[in-house]
């Protein structure tokens, strides 16, 4: 069983920068692949960016590419999220999530185990 925790939540002004962190806990395997979805009141959950385990491939939604960027530090078992030039629009719960075989997917569905999502607010 892997937990995840994020981190790093909060609320700021259109055109700030927050930096949102995922600690994982747990299971045998460190080969995972490592994402970020977000879900909005009355939407679905979307994806923002995902990470593959050595960092070799990364990919973003269009609408964060640009301004959020995805990393990770294994040694640490950690996910970062850097948004900058947050907008009203990317005020959404934000959950971390990891692919156990390792796969960098954009759809939710691919994914194993869920962190329980910190609140992101940008203010206009």
């Known amino acids: 069983q892997v937990e995840l925790v994020e981190s790093g939540g909060g609320l700021v002004q259109a055109g700030g920068s927050l930096r949102l962190s995922c600690a994982a806990s747990?299971?045998?395997?460190?080969?995972?692949?490592m994402g970020w979805f977000r879900q909005a009141p009355g939407k679905e959950r979307e994806f923002v960016a995902t990470?593959?385990?050595?960092?070799?491939?990364?990919h973003y939604s269009d609408s964060v590419k640009g301004r959020f960027s995805i990393s990770r530090v294994n040694a640490k078992n950690t996910a970062f999220l850097q948004m900058n030039s947050l907008k009203p629009e990317d005020t959404a719960v934000y959950y971390c999530t990891i692919n156990v075989y390792g796969v960098p997917a954009l759809n939710w569905g691919d994914y194993n185990y869920w962190g329980q999502g910190t609140q992101v607010t940008v203010s206009s």
């Open positions: 990470i593959s385990w050595n960092g070799g491939v990364i």
């Open positions: 747990g299971g045998t395997s460190r080969n995972y692949a």
